[in-house]
């Protein structure tokens, strides 16, 4: 009996009456949140620098094939690429490598440049009066052949004459692809 009386008084929490329905009012909760504070601040206007390779004169990387022909048109020549297995589409101002009905390089030579300019994310950019710093930064990489600019899985490569430092032309491609 001396057991039963233990028992039911370690089990009593868990056998006892429920209570009886409380009633919560029916206000809703009012209360007012403090506003949001940032630890940091940020200004955008004052980074300069191209955070991201949208696009090459009007051309983005990984366009379809059809929205090319409808952004720029009827090519003046298509022609296969010489270092891939793709067609490149050469336009008056710039080339565009089609590689499996997407655009995987966008290609401008300094008389293509110099003719009809040169806009990357809509900014213009002039390789010859060296305002690519001031747009991109610093190279993230310096090759033998030029400076190379990377951002995500796009890169911007300024090919130069490595005797007389001029530029030779100037490639957006897809990073991962070649």
Request: proline share 8%; charged share 15%.
């Amino acid at each position: 009996m001396k057991m039963v009386i233990l028992l039911l008084s370690l089990l009593s929490p868990f056998i006892s009456v429920p209570p009886q329905d409380e009633t919560i009012p029916a206000e809703p909760y009012t209360s007012v949140q403090p506003p949001v504070m940032f630890a940091f601040g940020h200004n955008l206007s004052t980074d300069s620098y191209i955070s991201s390779f949208d696009s090459l004169s009007g051309i983005s990387l990984y366009m379809p094939e059809d929205s090319l022909l409808r952004t720029k048109g009827t090519p003046l020549q298509i022609a296969p690429d010489p270092w891939a297995d793709c067609l490149e589409y050469q336009y008056a101002d710039v080339s565009a490598g089609v590689c499996g009905g997407v655009v995987l390089y966008v290609h401008a030579s300094p008389s293509q440049a110099e003719q009809y300019g040169l806009k990357l994310n809509d900014r213009q950019l002039n390789p010859q009066t060296m305002n690519v710093q001031d747009i991109l930064g610093t190279p993230d990489f310096e090759a033998e052949d030029g400076d190379v600019y990377i951002r995500g899985t796009a890169a911007l490569k300024i090919y130069r004459n490595m005797d007389t430092g001029e530029w030779n032309g100037l490639d957006l491609f897809d990073g991962n692809s070649f």
